[in-house]
């Protein structure tokens, strides 16, 4: 634990000496190491065993690779290479702010070279310091590469060298813009305008190599090296296994990089020194620059070491972000690439996300949010392949993941475009590891994405139809025979129910029948006399009890007449409201608003422990429906489904009493509204009835 924190001390210690020595700014300097430390501790590290990688080879025969996962101190120094562009991009923007000199030019140029090519491999690195930063030729450039990668079925050819430099300078250009001119060349090759070569010159050069060497490598090549009769073990790749080869890519970075080694490379090979070679772009500044630089011999991108107050500042700030991580809950994820926002996981609905990333993608953050702060939970740097070489049919595919504090897992796939050369498709995976945490969250997911979504009275109609099917007897074997009477019997018990339900209710003088001449409406199919006939108090208020008198009957032939709950037919079927326990709401209609208004009732009848929300009417003892006055039906509805939205709610009990009704509301009501003003006037009614 120990060797951990004092390597932790380290590499911040490097990270603000390597912001400052590119900024020159203390308090920029530390902005820029807080923000990488961050990103590196959120960092997606553990790459995950896949079954079957191809590398490729165009006939090889051993294939190679063009992909390199940085180390935990080579993935810092990245992360303050990224973070300290945008802070310059910001600067360059605004050229009044900051008045920059020919000299930090030169080190943002060498910075942005060691960018771009310190995730793809060795071989860009060494096209970056070979042919853009010095001027050796292909084929010197070539043999460089060759000696360090120590295979010959390794070697690459100068076309393809050419293919490569091209595409980088094309990327510097989009990166400087005007600032830099080119020339044609030798063969036709494009070329920097360059600067003659001054000690000023080389020293600012060599000190900027020294910085961007990468951290925690060491020189591994010998003083007296002669290729022609040593062999460099330790940059030999073969026999290993391809997941393994990261460390020796790193190696090879190291000797391109560092100028001791760089220059005793091309000396073993007869070449030219570099601070002979070297050719350093010509800045074509604007009139905002400071054109009056100062001498780089006094050091002044060098500083002393972080302070206690500003290692502390640094200690309690990352602290704070941990601490808001971990405080995170469940919510929406952002997918950020570059600064950029281009998708949502919106969580627990969906747990990934996939989309396309250009080739020149940088940094893939996946962003919560916690008490209005914006955290980041997870970083990735995607992978590089060119274009030329894309020769996967997307089985071809990485995968790696972090781990939240909370146990949870954010996993990051990549492959290959099938659409679009040198774009990858990236997918994010969301998933808990916690099992209980892992129960709530599928629980909620599948609440959300069902389709049983039913009203409250789901429960009740799920419970009471596996019971009919436990306690029938009319499951058995499926036997020809049997299973065709089933059938039979299946169509006719509908119709022998209807038929003893109209002979039952004639039998008791309960029908009213209806004018021969007179269609009826939609209205009066439920009711053959209309509401506006029954003696009702009061708009909104409960009816009395009479029951010594006669009551009106509506012909309320939804109600069965007999109460299967209680066993009695008559006893209980004049209830008066306050009597009331359990409601039946039947559909009002297909109407948009008539259905809103169904489930808003539904809902506040439910909630409360007065009424109790039957699904069917054999066990209610009032229905609650919609209605009219007859005389303010249209000639053209002719269906329940076609009500107006102005009917008016009555409740009914079973033996077809009015025993509420709805008072009069205004067309503008809303459905909510109305809603809960039935409902409170119902449950008051309730209260006040004797």
Known sequence: MGKDMERTRDLWEKAFELGYFIHRDRCLAREIAI?????????????????????????????????????????????????????????????????????????????????????????????????????????????????????????????????????????????????????????GEKLFETRPTTEALIRCVGETLRMLTPWETSCRLPKDFDPSR???????????????????????????????????????????????????????????????????????????PLTGPERRQMQDELRLRDERRAAWKLGKLAIVVDGTEVGTIPLPAATRARFELPADAGVVEVHGEHQHHTLRLATYLPTWSSPEDAESDGRDRSRVETELPDGQVISFIERPSLRRPGAKVLEIRYRETNPIRAFTFTWHRWRLTSTWHRPRTSTWRLTSTWHRRLTSTWHRPRTSTWHRWRTRIRWML??????????????????????????????????????????????????????????????????????PVRGSSGAKAHLSLAEVKSLHVPAFGSDASLRALHKALVDRLGRGTRFRITVGPEEADAMLRLTEPEETLSPGIASDHERPPHALLVLINRGGDVIWQESPYSPGEGVEARARRVAESLIAGARQSP
Not at 78 to 103: F, H, V, W
Request: proline fraction near 7%.
């Open 230 to 304: 040593h062999e460099l073990p330790e940059l030999r790749s073969r026999g290993s296994a391809p997941e393994h080869e990261h460390q020796h890519e790193l190696l090879r970075m190291h000797i391109l990089l560092h100028p001791p080694c760089f220059a005793g490379l091309t000396g073993a090979l007869g070449l030219d020194t570099p601070d002979n070679q070297l050719a350093v772009p010509i800045f074509f500044a604007d009139s905002t620059s400071d054109e009056d630089d100062r001498d780089p011999e006094e050091g002044r991108r060098f500083t002393t």
């Open 494 to 563: 509908p119709a022998i129910a209807a038929i003893g339900a109209i002979l039952l209710t004639v039998d008791r003088g309960l029908m009213v029948p209806t004018t021969p001449s007179k269609r009826p409406t939609s209205t009066e199919s439920r009711s053959s006399v209309p509401i506006s006939e029954t003696k009702s108090p009061e708009a909104g208020s409960p009816l009395p009890d009479n029951r010594d008198e006669a009551p009106p009957r509506t012909g309320m032939v939804d109600l069965p007449l007999r109460d």
């Open 35 to 187: 923000e990488a430390m961050d990103r590196w501790e959120t960092a997606a590290l553990r790459q995950v065993k896949r079954r079957s990688y191809r590398l490729l080879g165009r006939g090889r025969r051993r294939p190679r690779r063009d992909k390199v996962m940085l180390g935990q101190a080579a993935l810092l120094q990245y992360l303050i290479y990224r973070e300290s562009e945008l802070r310059e991009l910001e600067q360059e923007r605004q050229p009044g702010k900051a008045r920059l000199t020919d000299e930090d030019r030169i080190v943002r140029f060498i910075e942005h070279l060691v960018r771009i090519t310190l995730p793809r491999n060795a071989f860009h690195v060494c096209i970056a310091i070979g042919r853009l930063l010095h001027r050796y030729s292909t084929e010197e450039a070539t043999k460089v590469y060759d000696v360090l990668i120590q295979d010959v079925e390794q070697f690459r050819g100068t076309d393809y060298l050419r293919a490569r430099k091209k595409i980088l300078i094309d990327e510097v250009i989009s990166r400087f813009g005007s600032a830099l001119r080119l020339q044609t060349g030798t063969y």
